[in-house]
């Protein structure tokens, strides 16, 4: 177990351009993974008993130029289609895609905004200041467990200017498009046609058409239209002058659910886990002003609710439509562990040369104050500080990948553990929270057993008087 862990980290060197630079990557994953408490970076130097004289040197790291998150992603990529854990959904990967937000009050932190926040969570408020993330991940697991492994995180929202500063010609893309557009890219990493999950937001024209300018058929969406949603029939040719219609009649989908309502079919279908009772109907259809793409609409009927889903790929049958979008909750899961198991969020990088935040300005706003920034210095302490952003919440996902990794590979050894007691034990695979707690209280055995692992090797060094590690 600890050797998978210790060469599935080693498989990252080739994306650190020095040694330094890759012992402290791999020393951040592992303390993420072992950490007890959330309390920043200063939790990885208690956890692992790192001299506090490497402090500064590991903060540097993260502002260091020695890496590049998209070479880590595709890396991490690479490991994880590798690993043979990918579950695959009707003969194809599943991948998920959303977005998640992630509170933060620093004034001078790049990619801080004011974003609204949908939630029948009463504690929760309407309006918070913080990051916008998008990020894809990948089913992985057995019908005994599924995990959703997620396999790249980068800020979607607030850092348009930034990201032109850095020359990323993806600064003008919006949200949407920028989700697709990295899901096909994932796809080429993987190097097979996966099937991406995604909610009902992300059911837009231009979704549509970064995915046919960028997906190349690797790439088909499974997703969820609004239940306002209308559709077109497909044109009929009428001999008479002038350009052939583009669509045929409008039709409300909402109506099919009585209009047509003889036409579904019944069925069980296994949903979160179980077998429910479903009714669907499918149909092709036209969708998008403009644009009149032909997909594939399946009205469903479960417990009472009324939904309507979609796919880009009109081969799939109905129930593979439903099953798939089921598997997309995955994400929500995903996030959970990743704020409350990893504290992937826990981080306040800031840089005294951002234009300070303005939280009750109406009237301008820190992309305003960011474009009026020309010093060159000025902006690349400010691109360094995002990338520092983006690069600890990448770590975070990495660590997390691993302990699901671990979990399913490993999972006799952690159950037959003595070390956690729980009160409704699992017999089959154990959650995140399960395994991070065997390995940080299994991990001192290790020196003993194992001492040529790179990770001991590397974190007798950092215990050590000096500090040879600041050139990275």
């Known amino acids: 177990m600890w050797r998978f862990i210790d060469e599935t980290l080693k498989s990252f060197k080739k994306c650190f351009s020095n040694k330094a630079a890759f012992k402290w990557f791999v020393l951040i994953v592992f303390g993420l993974m072992l950490r007890s408490d959330h309390l920043g970076v200063t939790s990885i130097i208690r956890e692992l008993g790192i001299n506090p004289i490497h402090y500064e040197s590991m903060l540097h790291f993260f502002h260091a130029n020695s890496w590049e998150i998209d070479n880590i992603i595709r890396c991490w990529v690479q490991?994880?289609?590798?690993?043979?854990?990918?579950?695959r959904v009707h003969g194809q990967p599943l991948m998920m895609g959303d977005g998640v937000k992630a509170g933060k009050e620093g004034r001078k932190m790049p990619g801080v905004k004011k974003l609204h926040q949908e939630s029948e969570n009463v504690s929760k408020g309407s309006y918070i200041h913080g990051h916008q993330f998008g990020s894809i991940g990948v089913l992985l697991g057995t019908p005994k467990k599924f995990f959703c492994t997620l396999l790249s995180i980068r800020l979607h929202d607030g850092n348009s200017i930034i990201s032109e500063w850095k020359g990323d010609e993806l600064a003008k893309e919006s949200q949407v498009s920028r989700m697709v557009r990295?899901?096909?890219a994932i796809a080429s990493y993987i190097g097979e046609s996966c099937r991406l999950a995604l909610d009902r937001y992300y059911l837009t024209v231009n979704a549509l058409e970064t995915l046919k300018k960028f997906g190349d058929g690797m790439v088909h969406i499974v997703t969820k239209a609004k239940k306002n949603a209308v559709a077109y029939t497909h044109p009929i040719r009428k001999h008479r002058r002038g350009a052939p219609p583009k669509k045929g009649d409008t039709i409300k989908l909402s109506t099919l659910f009585s209009t047509r309502a003889d036409d579904f079919t019944k069925t069980k279908l296994n949903i979160y886990g179980k077998m429910q009772d479903v009714e669907y109907f499918v149909i092709d259809l036209l969708w998008g002003k403009k644009l009149y793409q032909e997909l594939r609409f399946v009205l469903v009927k479960y417990q009472g609710k009324l939904s309507i889903l979609v796919s880009t790929d009109l081969t799939l049958s109905g129930e593979a439509v439903i099953e798939i979008y089921a598997f997309r909750f995955k994400i929500e899961s995903a996030f959970r562990e990743l704020k409350q198991v990893i504290a992937g969020f826990a981080y306040r990088f800031w840089s005294r040369y951002m234009p300070k935040l303005n939280r009750f300005a109406k009237n301008e706003t820190m992309e305003q104050k960011l474009a009026a920034v020309t010093d060159e210095h000025q902006k690349a302490k400010i691109i360094d500080t995002f990338n520092a952003i983006e690069g600890f919440a990448m770590f975070a996902v990495i660590a997390l990948g691993i302990i699901q990794m671990v979990a399913l590979q490993f999972h006799q050894t952690i159950i037959a553990s003595p070390l956690r007691w729980l009160r409704t034990a699992r017999n089959d695979i154990p959650s995140e929270a399960?395994?991070?707690?065997?390995?940080?209280?299994?991990?001192?055995?290790?020196?003993?057993?194992?001492?040529?692992l790179?990770?001991?090797r590397f974190i007798r060094e950092a215990q050590s008087d000096t500090d040879d590690s600041s050139a990275v």
């Open 454 to 456: 790179c990770v001991n």
């Open 182 to 184: 990295e899901a096909c």
């Open 79 to 87: 490991i994880v289609a590798k690993s043979g854990l990918m579950h």
């Open 434 to 452: 399960t395994t991070a707690d065997f390995l940080r209280k299994s991990f001192n055995s290790t020196f003993h057993f194992s001492p040529d």
